[in-house]
Nanobody, 117 residues
Framework: QVQLVESGGGLVQAGGSLRLSCAAS????????MAWFRQAPGKEREFVAR????????WYVDAVKGRFTIFRDNTKSTLYLQMNSLKPEDTALYYC??????????WGQGTQVTVSS
C-alpha cells in the first residue's frame, strides 16, 4: 500500500494559480499511473487528470484542459498539479490517487482549493 499526502491548496482569486503536490511513500510510485480527482461541496467526486508511470502520457477532463498540467518527479516520488487561470468552479477538495491493477486503490486525504470571484 502506498501512502499519499497532498499539499499546496489554499485560497486564491479567480485568474490566479496554485501548484498542488502529492508526496508518495513506498516503492511502487514510479511504476504506477497516478491521478488527481476533486470533489466540490454537494457534488460527486470527479476525475481531473491522469498521468502514466513514465510521465509520457497525460489525460485531462475537458473543464481543465489548457489550464491545468499534471506532471511527476519519480526521483522524488511526487505528483504535481499546476493550476492556472483558476475559476470559482474549480473550488473543491483535491485528491491524488494511485491506480492499481484495475482501479484507484490508494488515496490521499485531500487538499482544499478555494477560488474567490
Amino acid at each position: 500500500q502506498v501512502q499519499l499526502v497532498e499539499s499546496g491548496g489554499g485560497l486564491v482569486q479567480a485568474g490566479g494559480s496554485l501548484r498542488l503536490s502529492c508526496a508518495a511513500s513506498g516503492p511502487t510510485f514510479s511504476k504506477s499511473t497516478m491521478a488527481w480527482f476533486r470533489q466540490a461541496p454537494g457534488k460527486e467526486r470527479e476525475f481531473v487528470a491522469r498521468i502514466n508511470s513514465s510521465g509520457s502520457s497525460r489525460w485531462y477532463v475537458d473543464a481543465v484542459k489548457g489550464r491545468f498540467t499534471i506532471f511527476r518527479d519519480n526521483t522524488k516520488s511526487t505528483l504535481y498539479l499546476q493550476m492556472n487561470s483558476l475559476k470559482p468552479e474549480d473550488t473543491a477538495l483535491y485528491y491524488c490517487a494511485r491506480r492499481g491493477d484495475s482501479d484507484y486503490t490508494d488515496w490521499g486525504q485531500g487538499t482544499q482549493v478555494t477560488v474567490s470571484s
